[in-house]
């Protein structure tokens, strides 16, 4: 236990390694989100904006965008991690760490520490490119703040959850229902579009997913407006799939593994 | 050293099953310290899977061990602290270069960055990696692979390792260059468990040998104890004519020798050492018998699981 932090350092240095050294990864985890923000300012923006004009409340379309994208990166990063983490299960090296006496799940903690530097960076990056194509965030420091804590929260529940798929997923296909459901679920929320304009069914869904109030809060602290009780669901959703992620990773890895 | 005494591997009735079948079925292990132990049969023998709950991988469904003189259920902890692992199930990290895959290893020991970089150079060095250091690990060739493998168990100094099928896979070079290094592990003071469905290998490496059949030993000893309860070992004697094969056969016996007479060749039963080799020969020219070929047939994996088990060694089931 007293070894649990240079072990997980190590394990660490790994993860960010394997990362520098995966060309796919580094598109899925750069390149893609701001192809995502092309895509939706320069040739859907003009047709949604314009839909949706009314409960915009006169902000330009980027402005609304930008927090989808934002979730739909961090949707990415965590497919990219629960590949990574496959793939140390099936080739072997997780069984080699399980037979060191190192400090027990540390393999797990660098993969996550990982996914939410990676998830840092790349958010860095997408602001810097809104900001290119007319992004106009009202938000203060104290806001910045909060957004940066929202999205380290948000990453850090979908790694320990990407980090548990990975750990179960007997292979690299079987982490798919996952990429599918973090990377389909953001269009059926408040990424895109407001709820309001969707059908009263998928309205409903849409309003009570949990990336709706993520959204919603950042958001609200990015354009300066308030963010009512979002803020709250937020963090109780991240914690809550944080905790669920963190517990099933650990008893997986506990587990005898089958081959 | 009064650790010398007690045995590095003690196991008493190991069994696992696995969705229902049985793998191991009440295994009894004693490995003495500083000895390199060899544990033998085909696949499916269940030799991965003991190897797996040695090394703390897998829980056991009833038996004891210690390892090391620690607990397997109790000291898990302990265990790992004392075995290094390298072989089929465990990896090295394809991504990482030869280097960082065995200064990793010294960072996992908490080594320290000087005395880890060191040990890592050392062993690269000692394994002939030098070269290839640099390079990703999964650009090397089988051999290679396994050296790496090995350097990284070394790193942390293991009292006992698990080999497990370490030449499985490899080429005749690379083959006796991983036997020329587990004997010096051996000369070393290193405890070696190490699995192989190779007889050869056992012979050429073990002081004990126990052979594993469909989750049982079914016989232990030394090589030489275990090759003498195994007949087979003989030598081929072809000849040109009826006539050369006959005049043989009755100066070796029609009892002693056993005759392919469509292949015009006489088996007579031997040890394949030099000296039955050179009487053979001696008995051959005092008889003025020509002989056209002559070939010496030691005993293999097949002759001792045909002799111990009544059965060949021929694969089952694939459960490792």
């Not at chain 2, 090995?150 to 006796?176: K, Q």
């Amino acid at each position: 236990m007293s070894y649990a932090v240079s072990d997980s350092a190590t394990m660490l240095r790994r993860s960010l390694r394997h990362a520098l050294r995966d060309p796919t990864g580094m598109l899925m985890a750069f390149a893609i989100p701001i192809l995502l923000l092309l895509l939706f300012v320069g040739v859907l923006g003009g047709a949604i904006g314009a839909g949706i004009t009314g409960t915009l409340g006169g902000t330009a379309y980027v402005n609304y965008l930008v927090p989808g994208v934002i979730l739909m990166m961090v949707g990415y990063g965590s497919a990219t991690t629960a590949l990574a983490v496959n793939a140390d299960k099936t080739e072997g090296i997780i069984a080699r760490f399980r037979t060191m006496a190192i400090a027990r799940t540390s393999v797990l903690t660098g993969h996550m520490l990982g996914a939410v530097i990676r998830t840092m960076i790349s958010a860095a990056l997408v602001f810097g490119f809104a900001l290119l194509l007319g992004f106009r965030p009202a938000a203060g420091p104290l806001d910045w703040l909060a957004v940066t804590g929202v999205i380290a929260l948000l990453a850090l529940a979908q790694s320990w959850m990407a980090v548990a798929v990975g750990l179960s997923a007997a292979n690299p296909a079987g982490t798919g229902n996952f990429t599918l459901v973090v990377q389909i679920l953001p269009f059926v929320s408040s990424a895109f579009v407001p709820p309001e304009s969707m059908p009263v069914g998928v309205r409903w869904f849409a309003q009570h997913e949990p990336f709706t109030p993520i959204i919603d809060t950042l958001r609200g602290l990015l354009l300066g407006m308030p963010i009512g009780s979002s803020g709250l669901q937020a963090v109780g959703w991240c914690v809550a799939f944080a905790l669920v992620g963190y517990f099933w990773a650990r008893a997986v890895f506990n587990r005898d593994p089958v081959e | 050293m009064a650790i010398i005494n007690q045995p590095a591997v003690e196991v008493t009735g190991l069994r696992k099953a696995f969705a229902g079948k049985l793998v191991l079925d009440g295994i009894d292990l004693t490995v003495s310290a500083g000895t390199v132990f060899s544990l033998l049969g085909p696949n499916g023998a269940g030799k991965t899977t003991t190897v797996r709950i040695l090394s703390t991988l897998i829980r056991a469904d009833a038996g004891r061990a210690r390892i090391a003189g620690h607990d397997l259920v109790g000291a898990p902890h302990r265990v790992r602290a004392a075995i290094g692992v390298t072989g089929q199930f465990s990896a090295v990290d394809g991504i990482l270069t030869g280097t960082e895959n065995v200064v990793m290893m010294a960072d996992l020991h908490h080594l320290g960055r000087v005395e880890g970089r060191r040990r890592a150079a050392g062993l690269l060095e000692r394994f002939d990696l030098v070269e290839a250091a640099g390079r990703p690990a999964r650009t090397y060739s089988g051999g290679m692979r396994r050296r790496l493998d090995l350097a990284m168990t070394l790193v942390g100094d293991p009292r006992v390792i698990f080999l497990d099928e370490p030449t499985t896979g490899l080429d005749p070079r690379g083959r006796h260059a991983m036997w020329q290094i587990i004997r010096q592990l051996a000369a070393d003071g290193v405890t070696v468990l190490l699995t192989t469905q190779y007889l050869d290998e056992a012979d050429e490496l073990a002081d004990r040998i126990a052979v594993l059949d469909r989750g049982k030993l079914v016989a232990a000893g030394t090589p030489d104890e275990l090759k003498r309860r195994v007949p087979g070992g003989h030598i081929r004697l072809r000849f040109t004519d009826e006539r050369g094969l006959e005049s043989a056969a009755r100066a070796f016996g029609e009892g002693e020798s056993s005759r392919d007479s469509d292949a015009l060749a006489l088996h007579v039963p031997s040890d394949g050492s030099v000296r039955s080799l050179k009487a053979l020969l001696d008995r051959l020219d005092d008889e003025s018998i020509e002989v056209d070929g002559l070939s010496v047939h030691t005993p293999d994996l097949d002759d001792v699981f045909f002799a111990l088990t009544g059965h060949p060694s021929a694969p089952k089931e694939a459960v490792r």
